[in-house]
């Protein structure tokens, strides 16, 4: 009989999915108490290193240029 390299099937499958699901449910409760959205909290990130990096283009034009 030949051995399968397949992992192993737990024996209540439905309990890894419940737990998951219930997981999910916690981190979307808590960030709704935190009043922010990850892609919103995102954005506000990647518009800050935005911002920050025209900031030293800027410096960095104005030191070569004078």
Do not use: D
């Amino acid at each position: 009989m030949e051995e399968s390299n397949a992992k192993p099937q737990p024996k209540h499958p439905f309990r890894c999915g419940g737990h998951r699901a219930k997981t999910i449910g916690h981190l979307r409760a808590w960030m709704n108490r935190q009043g922010r959205s990850l892609p919103g909290q995102f954005l506000q990130g990647a518009a800050y290193r935005l911002g920050g990096g025209a900031v030293t283009l800027i410096i960095l034009w104005w030191q070569t240029r004078y």
